[in-house]
Nanobody, 115 residues
Framework: QVQLVEFGGGLVEPGGSLRLSCVAS????????LDWYRRAPGQQRELVAG???????NYADSVRDRFTIFRDNAKNTVYLQMISLLPEDTAVYYC?????????WGKGTLVTVSS
C-alpha cells in the first residue's frame, strides 16, 4: 500500500525557516517524481515544488530562491527546505506523487507563519 507521510510543520515567525519531510512507502520511488503542494486558507491547492527522478527541480515563482526541494532515494524521502518564510506561506503542505496514472497524497502538515 502506497503511503506518503509528511513531517515538520509548525509555527514560525516571519523570516524564519522550516524543513518539511515526506516519507514514502509501499513502492520504490526512486524513479518517480515527488512534489510538494500547499493549500492556503480559502484558496485552491497549488504546486510549490517538484523533483524528478534525476533530481531536476521546478518551483512556483512565489517560492523560487526561498524554497529548496531535494530527495534522498535511499530513504524514499523528499524534503522541502523553506527559508525567509512569509505570512502568505501559511498553508497545509502536501506531499504528492503519481504512480501508473494514479495520484497519491499525504494527509498534509500545517505551516503557520506568524509573529
Amino acid at each position: 500500500q502506497v503511503q506518503l507521510v509528511e513531517f515538520g510543520g509548525g509555527l514560525v515567525e516571519p523570516g524564519g525557516s522550516l524543513r518539511l519531510s515526506c516519507v514514502a512507502s509501499g513502492r520504490d520511488f526512486s524513479l518517480k517524481p515527488l512534489d510538494w503542494y500547499r493549500r492556503a486558507p480559502g484558496q485552491q491547492r497549488e504546486l510549490v515544488a517538484g523533483v524528478a527522478m534525476d533530481s531536476r527541480t521546478n518551483y512556483a515563482d512565489s517560492v523560487r530562491d526561498r524554497f529548496t526541494i531535494f530527495r534522498d532515494n535511499a530513504k524514499n524521502t523528499v524534503y522541502l527546505q523553506m527559508i525567509s518564510l512569509l505570512p502568505e506561506d501559511t498553508a497545509v503542505y502536501y506531499c504528492h506523487t503519481n504512480l501508473d496514472g494514479m495520484d497519491y497524497w499525504g494527509k498534509g502538515t500545517l505551516v503557520t507563519v506568524s509573529s
